[in-house]
């Protein structure tokens, strides 16, 4: 099938062209991304492939929809970006990944807490400045800290697999508790409890309607004075402005995210020449309790494996007339 792949870097480009030899799909590569502006470039290509920034709306799907695209291969987990409802009514079929690599999120999630708590960062610019003071790079122990995980799928359970190896209780918080996690003695509670008892609350739910600004203004009330707050999910699960204020009183002490609500237009670029225009990123940026990563959980060269070859296997299923497992459905 022709596919036109929006939003591509080098790295996806060698690992889907090395995949492809199994597959004899015809591919495209397009650096930009997916937008209503964009979208004239899948003008004759039946699949569109394209990532988490790219964005996948009305608009979009109307004019890529006019043009002959009849498949979105999504090339991650989430598919927040793309309006299924629209997609279903111009039936364009959407499939994703759901799972590539739930270790590479789970493993990054630990390192934000490590760097974090460590105060990694810190020392790893001390040192090489000659300074070897270790005013202010005080941790804690993770053993014997409780950690909240909210969400508990294949993340969250890698996630909660991982801490409880460091010793630490966990809670957990989902619409579904898992068993794997009851096995290893997590303990499920409502999303306050977990709130008002977690040292370390990580987030590995997916970004829905019902979980947009989970993290609020009004949630963070329950946050013991100090907590730490992991996000590898989706920017769109925290209100920023309301953990800004929250890192200013003291009740978020350390804040560790490698998504961003607007993380659009930023994450993935090299903008080092220009100067960021969003506010509220360049004031989190500021705080020293703060470590931010752009969106590189995922990117382990296991997870870019498996994402080519379930990419590619998606879209060979779906242009065989086949049932694909990971289609995606408006509900
Ligand atoms: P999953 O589908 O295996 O697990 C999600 C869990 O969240 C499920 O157990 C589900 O029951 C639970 N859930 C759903 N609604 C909930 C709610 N309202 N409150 C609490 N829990 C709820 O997904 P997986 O693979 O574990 O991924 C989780 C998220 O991680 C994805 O949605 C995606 O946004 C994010 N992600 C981030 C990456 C990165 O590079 N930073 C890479 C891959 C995924």
Do not use: W
Request: glycine letters at 8%; aromatic letters at 8%; a negative charge.
């Amino acid at each position: 099938m022709k596919i036109a792949f929006f939003n591509t870097k080098r790295y996806d480009q060698r690992s889907f062209v090395e995949i492809n030899a199994d597959y004899g799909h015809e591919l495209t590569f397009f650096e930009p991304r997916l937008t209503p502006d964009t979208a004239s470039l899948a003008s004759g290509f039946p699949a569109v492939c394209v990532f988490i920034n790219d964005e996948v709306g009305e608009e979009t799907l109307r004019a890529i929809a006019a043009t002959g695209t009849q498949l979105i291969a999504l090339r991650c987990a989430g598919f927040n970006n793309v309006n299924l409802d629209v997609a279903q009514d111009l039936g364009i079929t959407v499939v994703r990944v759901p799972a590539y690599s739930p270790y590479a999120v789970a493993e990054h999630a630990v390192g934000l807490i490590m760097t974090l708590n460590r105060k990694l960062y810190r020392a790893y610019n001390r040192v090489r400045d000659d300074n070897f003071a270790l005013d202010g790079l005080l941790g804690f122990d993770l053993h014997g800290k409780t950690v909240g995980v909210v969400g508990t799928g294949k993340i969250g359970q890698c996630f909660a697999q991982i801490m409880n190896g460091f010793g630490c209780k966990i809670l957990a918080y989902d619409v579904r508790p898992n068993p794997v996690c009851q096995e290893i003695g997590v303990e499920y509670v409502e999303l306050p409890m977990l709130l008002t008892r977690s040292d370390i609350i990580s987030l590995h739910c997916p970004l829905l309607p019902s979980t947009h600004h989970l993290i609020n203004e009004e949630s963070l009330q329950h946050l013991r004075p100090g907590a730490m707050l992991i996000n590898t999910s989706r920017g769109g699960l925290i209100d920023t402005n309301a953990v800004i204020e929250a890192i200013k009183s003291g009740r978020v002490g350390y804040f560790g995210i490698d998504v961003y609500e607007r993380e659009g237009g930023l994450f993935f670029e090299d903008l080092s020449d220009t100067v960021i225009q969003d506010d509220t990123f360049q004031l989190l940026q500021s705080f020293p309790n703060v470590v931010i990563t752009a969106h590189q959980a995922f990117f382990t060269k296991e997870a870019l494996h498996n994402i080519a070859k379930t990419t590619l296997s998606n879209i060979s299923e779906v242009e065989a007339g086949q049932d694909c497992i990971n289609q995606v459905k408006s509900i």
